[in-house]
């Protein structure tokens, strides 16, 4: 509720016009100061925490109910009403409340309805995550989430004891924890939006795992009871399109930061290497598993010139083919479709230029590693994957 209230407020200093939220039955969910023009039905409303149904009746008649906009609907002097700007607030073409605004002394500018239409799907998504809340209020199972993933152990104790005792998540269950982060796109609000947006879709569809969610900057978070939810599930209820990690489960919810931690980070690392595909457990990431532990400064000192300058990136990729095949001339020739003159040329080439010797384990093992760990930091972009592994 939280969330709503702070919506509301926020919109009503922007329109410095009061406005009153209701659910899709007409009972009052959160409302601004209200100053300026006011009629008895809105201070009825406030007071009762609902709409009178002589009221409620006048309004479905002038069609909130079928509306899929703003709508202005007239005033009813015998009844107490003012003229009102309604905006339904719908999700995945559910009724889920309206938005009232009085529509006089003055009335609404175009660009006012505009500006009030633009926040329904923010308040959409928090009304939908407030029905969704089981035995919680929304804003409860964002702090009690937020604790368990991001607090310290006590914290997270003390959130997951929360959360089971109010029923949103079963007791002596593991706990999965998936992380979907968007492939290109900047964070900001209108992603944050998308990525509820999609978490919330996919909950509804999920209530038998006992889902909950968190929605950060730049990822979204989704737990569920047992074991993980397909993948595929989590990428088609996104509008935005994500590479998803998932985090081995673990035995106890009080333990799920350990599987958000490796989620997020086989979600980096999928974002990071193509090869890897749109999906990475973190259980089968191999070598990027201690990888991401490591810094990414710590690179052998011979690549540093060759990762700043794009004309050695074709020396770069037949580097790590020939490392990832093992040292094996046959299957980098084939792999890359070079003769093996031109092989041995690149290798010796490398050799040169990063002062190393390939026929020294040592070195190949520390290139071999510096350029998985210049992928993860974005300081090598292989124009192809083959070099994922």
Known sequence: MADLQRTVDELAARLDRPLLLEDRVQRVVAYSEQSGAMDDVRRDSILRRHTVPEVRQWLRTAGIHEATGPLR?????????????????????GLLGFLWLIDAEPA???AGVAEAAAAAPGLALALFHESLASGLASHRELEAVTGLLL??????????????????FPQAQPVSVQVARPRTAEPDDALRLALEQGLL??????????PLHLVRYDHAVLLTAGPPVPADDLHAAMPVP?????????PALARAAGSYREARNAAEVAARVPGL??????????????LTQLPDQELHPGLEGLLGDAQYLPLLETLETYLDLAGSAVATSRALRLHRTSLYYRLQRVEEL????????????ALHLSLKLARLSGRYLPRDSHGSS
Do not use: F, N
């Open 277 to 290: 595909g749109r999906t990475a457990e973190w259980a089968r990431l191999g070598v990027y598993r201690m």
């Open 73 to 93: 609907t007239p005033g009813a002097p015998h009844l107490g009403l003012l003229p009102r700007v309604c905006v339904p607030i719908r999700h995945a073409d």
């Open 108 to 110: 609404m500018t175009d």
């Open 242 to 250: 994500v590479v998803v990690g998932i985090g081995r489960p673990s």
């Open 354 to 365: 990063a002062r190393t010797d390939l026929k020294d384990g040592g070195e190949r093992l």
């Open 201 to 210: 879709a996919l909950r509804r569809r999920l209530s038998g795992h006992h």
């Open 151 to 168: 607090g310290d152990r006590e914290a997270a104790k003390d959130a997951a004891e929360q959360l089971i005792e109010a029923g949103a």
